[in-house]
């Protein structure tokens, strides 16, 4: 047997609930473009939540388009101080796994290098996969070492041409 609550809400605290539905509405919508399955027990709550904003005078933040089959909570959420900060902590976020992919990608290329050109088929896939299990544990690492030390530990300097070279191409030069 299901259970109900009945919630009472002033408008106050709905549109506060909308600026929640708001981000929640982003992170659906992102799921649902990615073709992710299971989105819809969220989208029909989200819809039931919003289907009371007239009924608390607060339609004019949702917004019904022509055509589009959901309603969409206004774009005026975009500039409250919670989505700006969501926004900022994720894109912080995004920049640290970035840096700590690309430093473990940098360090399995130098160990492993490039696969030779004449290796069959099946020695491939198994070195790639090798590659792909050590970017995995050099990721964690990196991970681990961002969380705990920043980038205080790193040093920064500009590339020089034997970055881009191989060890072999290296070890001619020498």
């Known amino acids: 047997?299901?259970?109900y609550a009945d919630i009472r809400l002033s408008q106050d605290e709905y549109l506060l609930l909308l600026e929640f539905l708001y981000l929640a509405?982003?992170?659906v919508r992102s799921a649902e473009h990615k073709q992710v399955k299971h989105t819809a027990p969220y989208r029909a709550l989200i819809e039931k939540l919003l289907s009371y904003a007239d009924l608390l005078d607060c339609g004019h933040s949702v917004v019904d388009l022509p055509g589009f089959p959901q309603r969409l909570i206004s774009d005026t959420f975009e500039s409250k101080p919670i989505y700006q900060t969501f926004r900022e902590s994720l894109g912080e976020d995004q920049f640290w796994l970035q840096l700590a992919h690309a430093l473990a990608v940098r360090d399995?290329?130098?160990e492993l290098g490039p696969p030779p050109h004449d290796?069959?088929?099946a020695e491939k896939e198994a070195?790639?996969?090798r590659r792909l299990f050590k970017q995995a544990e050099k990721l964690l690492e990196w991970r681990d070492e961002l969380l705990r030390n920043g980038v205080s530990r790193l040093t920064l300097r500009a590339p020089d041409a034997f970055d881009v070279m191989s060890e072999k191409t290296k070890a001619h030069i020498n």
């Open 108 to 110: 399995v290329d130098a």
């Open 127 to 129: 070195f790639e996969q």
């Open 119 to 121: 290796m069959p088929p």
């Open 1 to 3: 047997m299901t259970e």
């Open 25 to 27: 509405d982003k992170s």
